[in-house]
């Protein structure tokens, strides 16, 4: 069994503490003053999900992917690009589960594929910019014959990143899937908590640039 990346901290790769002189949370990698570990909870979820964070992404205090992981319960961090861990040959699959890639080359939206089975998902999220995603994808040999998914256009609730506007971040991007597939209440709920991290990000980069933060869209909701 894959141990949860939260008792092997992935934050240990980064970001780059040593250099911004800042004290962050071990947890939630938030600034101390900012933690949010006695606000937030994991959530059980049938689907599994298997974050590939790139070990450069993972030096970024505004990567999206690690706050997934603390999330969910059903998840685990592997770590892509260190020349000491190579992951090429030793990613594997997990038994009994479809194992999906998102990506927005994918063919199909992630729903439609998965309704046409009876295994639970095991949902492969690549997590780094667009050029290292899309090498992870081609380079590990477990995901070579995985089929690709993407989600349905949607507008992005939080843009903590650069690039357009339409671009969800890793961890919106996952749990947006989430509610495709297990539906609008669990969705709801990791929203609700994603809300809580993107304020204090956001809070804390009106702080360093003097800029208010930005105002979130609404949060998802059903007709």
């Known amino acids: 069994m894959t141990a949860r990346a939260s008792h092997v901290n992935p934050c240990r790769y980064g970001p780059r ?66 020349q000491d861990a190579p992951i090429t040959n030793s990613f594997a699959l997990t038994p009994g589960y479809l194992p999906l890639l998102l990506y927005p080359d994918g063919a199909h939206e ?12 095991e949902l492969i999220v690549p997590d780094g910019n667009w050029n290292q995603a899309a ?21 992005p609730i939080h843009v903590l990143r650069r690039g357009g506007p339409e671009r969800l971040g890793t961890c919106e991007a996952i749990f947006r899937t989430i509610g495709l597939l297990e539906g609008q209440d669990i969705e709801t709920e990791l929203l609700e908590q994603l809300e809580l991290f993107a304020r204090s990000m956001l809070g804390e980069r009106g702080r360093r640039t003097g800029r208010e933060p930005s105002k979130r869209r609404s949060l998802p909701t059903t007709d």
């Open 17 to 82: 503490a040593a250099a911004s002189q800042v004290t962050r949370c071990k947890r939630c990698w938030l600034l101390e003053a900012d933690c949010l570990c006695d606000k937030i909870h994991s959530v059980k979820t049938r689907t599994r999900v298997r974050i590939i964070l790139h070990s450069l992404e993972a030096r970024r205090s505004t990567n999206t992917g690690r706050i997934a992981h603390l999330l969910l319960e059903n998840s685990s961090v592997d770590f892509h690009g260190r």
């Open 110 to 121: 992630v729903h439609t594929v998965a309704e046409k089975s009876e295994l639970p998902i």
């Open 135 to 155: 090498r992870i994808g081609r380079r590990i040999n477990a995901l070579k014959d995985v089929e690709h998914v993407r989600l349905p256009a949607m507008q």
